[in-house]
């Protein structure tokens, strides 16, 4: 998928529409990291990236049964492993 | 305690995250017994209503929405203070049916504070539709509280809530809330403390939660407990507590412990607790979650796919706001006229009996011609667009389509440093700029709360929409023929509520790479289901809550604006009245930037409230000139011609409309949130400047192309 990108991980900013990943840990402190917990973004969580924003971000996902948005900066903080796409539309 | 000492019987506190109906539950519960109250913990103004139920008042306290009470952003402050500090006897939990754990991880945090909680089940009508059943009578032995299934915007099963409400604040009903399970090691720590804190605070609920605070280090608990604001309300006469300084002695120790054993936790104690709370809340929905059936289309993923598509998601925008617009510049005309008709035949009855009665012309000029026909103006012109514009803009905003656009436009935000949350208070700002700013306290960071604050003023509110949707009407519309006017009208309104837009954006760009430099920070939005909108609620908010509230205000503001007029426009000083004089001191001015002096006297008076400016104006223009009544729009349109008013003077005064600066009482609030001079002050020359610099500048090419 990509494969192509050299990088030890994948971020949440980099799932596409209709991917579906879990999380594997969080790479920030603080109040944001408090706010992405609240938000049940925790180890082990799946998300599916739902919507992109005409403007190319934010990006929506769907997080334990409701739809968010995070901006990429945001994103790029969660570390997942991709699980599979979604195709049933 | 009884109802007259503290003037009801029950304190209800009503939380819950945002989007699940809350506010709707407050509302169907105390219907129009509401005001804004302020409670103890900070200075915040909640909304607070009342209701009666056998024979009882209950007082309901509205809380923020918020998604948890851990995190030390304001709006989980003051949620939480009120439930720490505001003694509520009973706090009630509104949760969203849909995604009953993601609801329960704050029941579960409500649970550590008060030990009287009825938990509301709400939209359970939404989630049946989705395929989601909730064994009610599980779930409540689960949590151990009274689960109430409702659809609040359907009036159902409130009764039940308020049944369960009594009986919870009575203790006819015992409550015996689950505790989330810690792990060990903290268990441990926090079970070795407790004794330690409950030494100082008395026998309370919520001694665990203060111990694993005190733990985390939070220091708005530590100073609760210092000046006694932490104690059982049975020792809450505070001045004793100050004064006890054998307490001091034993926070000493407490504190000091506290440091201690909170070396002894590893990892991060938020991480685990926010863990523990949600693995607890997965246990407890697993239990009481019945999936009957899973639904083929999700028909909101389908609808966001279209409204947020790179192609039609903009279109559909503009096309969305285009179709308000034009439903209310063509719906207002008829009723306007009938208005404007029959307040200025009351006008001529009135002038009639006041002749007959052999009134003086000054009190006949001051009481009729002054402030009875500027409340009559206030009337005609703007009930009508009000009582149809609102309506229309509480469905969009009921259906949840607000939220699509806050995802669509982000990135504008996100260029401008601002948080994403302010366009969420700009939307607010199109009703009333004074709300749109108490929004802004939703924002966390300071910087981008100011930001917020500053700019709120472009977005176009109620008190200016008629005057816009008076300019489009009798300059615009006027221009082109019949059948396109009113097209043309509405597209002119949308261009000029994307210039306010415009200009939110390259005033907070401006803003955070200069005063308040900076990056924005951590922003979530969420998306929720698209709901249809209840028809009594759509007629109830934007009624009461805004067409009656706004009209009242401009009313209220209307009458002794009218007087001032009439004064001005009827004592002369040396055979000129002060009015013209002060209209042609400020006419270059005026003129410079495509208005005239008339229109920027009006823009002085109506400091209080931007509703009365057009009726200032109409008052100027016929106390200098012709005195005619303006019944018909035909008419005004000649007086304002006859003033020398043109395309050119319409578009600058629209643009002066938008941009200006905030009225006196949003000032005011600015003051109130911001408690600073410096930025009250910049958040009325900032746009000032702004409007002259744009109405020069349009007003100069204008004329330079011949226009007007």
Redesign the interface.
């Known amino acids: 998928m990509e494969s192509s990108k050299n990088s030890e991980y994948m971020t949440l900013a980099e799932l596409k529409v209709n991917q579906i990943a879990v999380i594997v840990k969080l790479l920030v402190q603080g109040?944001?990291?408090?706010?992405?917990?609240?938000?049940?973004l925790?180890p082990g969580t799946e998300v599916k990236a739902?919507?992109?924003?005409?403007?190319?971000?934010?990006t929506?996902y769907e997080i334990?049964?409701?739809?968010?948005?995070?901006?990429p900066e945001?994103a790029s903080k969660i570390v997942i492993d991709l699980l599979h796409e979604d195709r049933e539309? | 305690m009884d109802t007259t000492e503290k003037g009801y019987d029950y304190l209800i506190a009503l939380a819950g995250n945002p989007n699940t109906g809350k506010s709707t539950v407050f509302n169907a519960l105390t219907g129009l017994r509401q005001h804004v109250g302020n409670w103890p913990g900070k200075t915040v103004e909640r909304a607070e209503g009342s209701f009666k139920d056998k024979g009882q008042l209950y007082r309901l306290i509205d809380l923020p929405g918020t998604y948890s009470l851990l995190a030390t952003a304001t709006d989980e402050e003051i949620a939480r203070n009120f439930l720490l500090f505001g003694h509520p006897d009973v706090v009630v939990v509104v949760v969203d049916s849909t995604s009953l754990e993601r609801n329960l991880n704050l029941v579960l945090q409500v649970f550590e504070i008060s030990n009287h909680v009825v938990v509301c089940l709400n939209l359970v009508d939404e989630a049946a539709r989705k395929g989601i059943k909730i064994d009610v009578d599980q779930l409540s032995h689960d949590l151990g509280v009274p689960v109430v299934p409702t659809v609040a915007n359907a009036d159902k099963g409130l009764n039940d809530l308020v049944e369960a409400i009594h009986e919870v604040a009575s203790e006819t009903t015992s409550t015996d809330p689950r505790h989330f399970a810690l792990n060990r090691e903290i268990s441990e720590v926090v079970n070795e403390l407790s004794p330690y804190v409950k030494k100082v605070m008395g026998e309370l609920p919520n001694i665990r939660w203060v111990t694993t605070r005190l733990l985390e280090g939070e220091t708005t608990i530590r100073k609760a407990l210092e000046n006694g604001e932490l104690m059982s309300p049975l020792s809450l006469n505070k001045d004793t507590i100050v004064k006890n300084n054998t307490n001091k002695v034993e926070l000493e120790k407490l504190f000091n412990i506290v440091d201690n054993e909170a070396s002894r936790i590893h990892g991060s104690l938020y991480d685990q607790i926010v863990t523990s709370i949600f693995v607890d809340a997965e246990t407890i929905a697993s239990k009481a979650v019945i999936i009957t059936e899973i639904p083929k289309r999700n028909l909101d993923a389908k609808i966001d796919r279209i409204v947020t598509s790179r192609i039609v998601g903009f279109p559909i925008m503009i096309v969305l706001l285009m179709g308000v617009f034009w439903i209310t510049i063509v719906g207002a005309n008829i009723p306007s006229k009938f208005l404007a008709a029959g307040l200025f035949w009351l006008e001529d009855q009135f002038t009639t009996l006041f002749r007959f009665l052999g009134a003086p012309y000054w009190l006949e000029g001051l009481v009729v011609h002054g402030v009875y026909r500027s409340l009559a103006w206030v009337v005609s012109v703007m009930l009508p667009p009000m009582a149809i514009f609102f309506p229309l803009f509480t469905i969009l905003e009921d259906l949840g389509y607000l939220p699509r656009v806050a995802f669509n436009v982000d990135r504008c935000f996100k260029w401008a440093g601002a948080h994403g949350k302010q366009s969420i208070t700009m939307c607010m700002g199109f009703g009333c700029n004074a709300a749109g700013v108490i929004s802004c306290r939703s924002i966390s960071s300071p910087r981008e709360r100011l930001i917020a604050v500053l700019t709120n003023n472009f977005a176009p509110c109620n008190g200016r929409w008629p005057t816009l949707i008076l300019m489009t009407n009798l300059f615009i519309a006027t221009a082109f023929p019949q059948a396109v006017s009113s097209m043309v009208a509405s597209i002119m309104m949308v261009a000029v509520t994307l210039v306010g837009m415009l200009m939110t954006f390259i005033i907070s760009a401006f803003l955070s790479r200069t005063l308040l430099r900076g990056e924005s920070s951590f922003f979530v939005l969420e998306m929720p289901s698209y709901r249809r909108p209840n028809f009594s609620r759509v007629i109830y908010t934007s009624f009461i809550d805004r067409t009656i509230k706004v009209l009242y205000r401009a009313v209220v503001w209307a009458a002794p604006a009218g007087a001032v007029i009439w004064i001005l426009g009827n004592s002369y000083v040396g055979g000129e009245s002060l009015m013209a004089y002060a209209a042609n001191a400020l006419s270059p001015i005026g003129l410079l930037i495509g208005l005239d002096g008339i229109i920027l006297l009006a823009y002085i008076i109506a400091i209080p409230a931007n509703e009365i400016v057009i009726p200032t104006i109409i008052m100027g223009y016929m106390g200098t000139g012709i005195i005619t009544q303006p019944e018909s729009l035909a008419q005004l349109h000649a007086l304002f011609v006859s003033h020398g008013f043109n395309i050119v003077t319409a578009i600058c005064l629209m643009l002066f409309s938008v941009l200006h600066y905030p009225c006196s009482t949003t000032t005011y609030t600015i003051w109130k949130e911001t408690k600073s001079a410096k930025w009250t002050i910049l958040s009325n020359i900032i746009p000032l400047t702004v409007a002259f610099i744009i109405c020069f500048i349009v007003a100069q090419s204008l004329r330079s192309l011949g226009i007007g």
């Open positions: 109040l944001t990291r408090r706010r992405l917990l609240d938000l049940g925790l739902m919507l992109k924003s005409p403007l190319g971000t934010p929506a334990r049964g409701s739809v968010f948005a995070l901006r945001d539309d």
